[in-house]
């Protein structure tokens, strides 16, 4: 597709439910990334996958989060149990790569949470 | 690790005023810094970054930002705000992580209203 597509665009779940989230980066991206952002807290980074190296979880929250990427393409973050803390907007982001003169990411629209 | 201060939460602005989005970094070694800017229910746009070379920066809609390396700063500007320009602004640096892999650390936004 044109850009980085996530779905759903919002999904509303009850506490203690799992969910998955979506996300079909840019073709041809080898970068992509997965950031929260919750009002008035910014974009809190949770994950990153760069080709076939291993991925870097250094951003997310709990054991509860969890995110693949399959055959370097489509990633799903799976957030198990949910709690209300983590009704956020899930924004997913790809980029060409991640040498020093790279830097532009292309978000998409996001996925809005709302845990009751 | 990497980080940036947005130390304004909202900058207000009458159109066809000069404005100023402030952002300060807190980086070891060169920084590399970049805007992005989010419209209502949108997914982030990159809108300009400095790697290296001018201190002044041109970028897209007509905003530019100056890298000042004595006071660490990052300031984003446009010579004359438009209505249309009333969206939230995110400062953001790369971080280097470890070996290739990197992803951006960003700020926690500034809303900017532009009124008549």
């Known amino acids: 597709g044109a850009g980085v597509s996530q779905s759903p665009s919002n999904k509303v779940t009850e506490k203690g439910k799992d969910v998955e989230l979506r996300c079909d980066p840019i073709s041809g991206h080898t970068a992509l990334y997965w950031y929260r952002q919750s009002l008035g807290q910014g974009l809190e980074f949770l994950i990153y996958?760069?080709?076939?190296?291993?991925?870097?979880k250094s951003g997310l929250p709990s054991d509860r989060f969890s995110a693949e990427r399959t055959g370097g393409s489509v990633s799903t973050l799976t957030i198990q149990r949910t709690q209300q803390e983590d009704s956020a907007v899930y924004l997913c982001?790809?980029?060409?790569?991640?040498?020093?003169?790279?830097?532009?990411?292309?978000f998409g629209e996001g996925s809005r949470l709302t845990v009751l | 690790a990497q980080s940036v201060a947005q130390p304004e939460d909202q900058v207000n602005v009458a159109e066809g005023n000069p404005l100023t989005v402030k952002c300060t970094y807190s980086?070891?070694?060169?920084?590399?810094l970049f805007w992005y800017v989010q419209y209502p229910n949108r997914g982030l746009q990159f809108l300009l970054k400095y790697i290296t070379g001018d201190n002044l920066v041109k970028g897209s809609y007509g905003f530019e930002a100056e890298f000042n390396k004595s006071q660490t700063s990052f300031h984003l500007k446009k010579p004359s705000a438009l209505v249309s320009d009333s969206a939230l602004y995110f400062c953001?640096?790369?971080?280097?992580?470890?070996?290739?892999?990197?992803?951006?650390?960003f700020g926690t936004g500034t809303r900017l209203q532009v009124t008549l």
């Open positions: 996958f760069q080709g076939n190296s291993a991925p870097d």
């Open positions: 980086v070891s070694g060169n920084p590399y």
């Open positions: 953001a640096v790369r971080d280097m992580g470890t070996g290739t892999a990197s992803k951006l650390t």
């Open positions: 982001a790809s980029s060409l790569g991640s040498g020093l003169n790279t830097g532009e990411l292309f």
